[in-house]
């Protein structure tokens, strides 16, 4: 089982839809978590952090659930600007420092017209 | 505020040379910067962790004779990649930690395409 794992998609939606990513981490004793964008060819860029209780940044919402080890971003009122590709990250991987990140594959997102 | 650069942006350079590439973190202090590389379609591989003032943790299969970690200051992280050759053409980002935060995010730099012909 790889350490962090995404659905790659393409999740292909119109504008204005809702859509939900999840990433399940395989290490229960990791520390943080957060999510990444980034756009082709360019360099990943912070998105949120995942904190225990859940966060939220205007359209976008992430939650953390440790039972279950998994994380998610839910992304509302899709915007064309939202079309990137998303990184989960998780610090402290299977016999690694609690601060060494871990990246997911991604999971690519294309908002059309 | 988090501003990473990395220099060159870009280089071109013929088999068997070496390049250096530098990551700064311009108005803060980075205790720690990571180096990754990235390959097309294919998702950030770590290459190492580098820590001020001691010698760089590589992951595993990561030559550390080939590819050099520097991290002389607070703000200043280099790698070399020695002896270049075509399969190490890929597209390197480094990223840092801000020291005073204590939650750990990452600032990346917007990385440095290498083409080795």
């Known amino acids: 089982r790889k350490e962090v794992e995404q659905d790659p998609g393409p999740f292909n939606v119109p504008e204005g839809a809702t859509v939900a990513f999840n990433c399940t981490y395989s290490?229960?004793?990791?520390?943080?978590f957060f999510w990444y964008r980034q756009d082709c060819r360019k360099e990943p860029k912070l998105l949120m952090s995942?904190?225990?209780s859940g966060n939220e940044d205007g359209r976008f919402t992430a939650q953390l659930n440790r039972a279950s080890q998994y994380i998610s971003l839910l992304i509302r009122d899709s915007k064309l600007s939202d079309s990137a590709t998303y990184l989960c990250?998780?610090?402290?991987?299977?016999?690694?420092?609690?601060?060494?990140?871990?990246f997911g594959r991604g999971t690519s997102l294309i908002v059309h017209p | 505020g988090a501003v990473v650069s990395q220099h060159p942006s870009r280089v071109i350079c013929k088999s068997g040379t070496s390049v250096k590439i530098e990551c700064r973190s311009l108005?803060?202090?980075?205790?720690?910067m990571f180096w990754y590389r990235q390959f097309p379609k294919q998702s950030l591989m770590l290459m190492a962790t580098s820590n001020e003032g001691s010698k760089a943790t590589y992951e595993q299969g990561v030559e550390k004779d080939k590819f050099l970690i520097n991290h002389a200051s607070l703000t200043l992280s280099t790698l070399t990649v020695t002896s270049a050759h075509p399969e190490d053409s890929s597209f390197y980002i480094c990223?840092?930690?801000?020291?005073?935060?204590?939650?750990?995010?990452?600032?990346f730099g917007p990385g440095t395409r290498l083409t080795v012909t």
């Open positions: 108005d803060f202090q980075a205790t720690t």
């Open positions: 995942v904190y225990s």
């Open positions: 990223s840092a930690r801000d020291r005073r935060t204590s939650v750990h995010e990452q600032y």
């Open positions: 290490n229960s004793a990791s520390q943080s």
């Open positions: 990250v998780v610090n402290g991987g299977v016999g690694r420092g609690s601060y060494i990140p871990t």
